[in-house]
């Protein structure tokens, strides 16, 4: 079945640095969604994306799907306290799989 | 606009016992899916309901059950709770029809404790 791999597991950054998390599937997606966690909450949508290496930005945070339509990444610029979380890759044929996620810690 | 709304918000169980968990999709969605989050791990995928009837299925056995209601809500039953079954589970809506595109709204979630 469709398998969504997803590194690395931690993070940790000082604040301003810049961060990336990776996502790989063992299949190809009719797309790919990316979601945050905030400690103790549920999964938000950040974004989905469609096409063959389509490339999205939002403010300081930049989502890539590669050509295959199997892996993605999510790069954010200049970290900030506020972006601390767990960000997951979910990869969609059929149904919704999520990646394990990448927790990311922010130190001030 | 109301988002998703599960209940309870918790609940503790012993082992073998039966559990039902319940799921309000946002108003304006038809397509409700459950997922098991354990801690430290991404959401594991249940089944989806729409039109009351199952439509996929992940690799969960026969102990879990749903339903789905003429109003879109989801009922999730779990069978002869085992200690594995300790986990968040997140309800989440769509709308079907949009092809699989259609973004996902998550509840806060049932964190349920099995003893």
């Known amino acids: 079945g469709q398998q969504v791999m997803q590194i690395p597991q931690y993070q940790h950054v000082q604040e301003g640095e810049d961060f990336t998390t990776y996502c790989n599937s063992s299949?190809?997606?009719?797309?790919i969604q990316w979601y945050k966690q905030r400690p103790g909450g549920h999964p938000v949508f950040l974004i989905q994306l469609v096409k063959s290496g389509e490339v999205k930005k939002q403010k300081r945070l930049t989502f890539q799907f590669g050509e295959a339509k199997k892996n993605s990444s999510l790069h954010i610029t200049a970290t900030q306290t506020t972006d601390v979380g767990t960000y997951f890759c979910?990869?969609?044929?059929?149904?919704?799989?999520f990646g394990a996620g990448t927790r990311l810690t922010v130190k001030p | 606009d109301a988002g998703v709304t599960q209940s309870p918000t918790h609940l503790i169980k012993t082992r073998g016992q039966q559990v039902t968990l319940r799921c309000s999709p946002k108003s304006g969605h038809d397509t409700v899916s459950w997922y098991q989050q354990a801690l430290g791990q991404g959401p594991q995928f249940i089944f989806q309901y729409y039109e009351e009837e199952e439509r996929q299925r992940g690799n969960f056995p026969d102990r879990f059950s749903g339903h789905q209601f003429p109003n879109y809500s989801s009922e999730l039953n779990v069978n002869a709770l085992l200690l594995g079954d300790s986990a968040l589970y997140l309800c989440a809506s769509s709308l079907w029809g949009t092809g699989a595109n259609e973004k996902l709204f998550f509840g806060s979630g049932t964190q349920l404790s099995v003893l």
């Open positions: 979910a990869g969609n044929n059929n149904d919704m799989r």
């Open positions: 299949t190809t997606l009719s797309n």
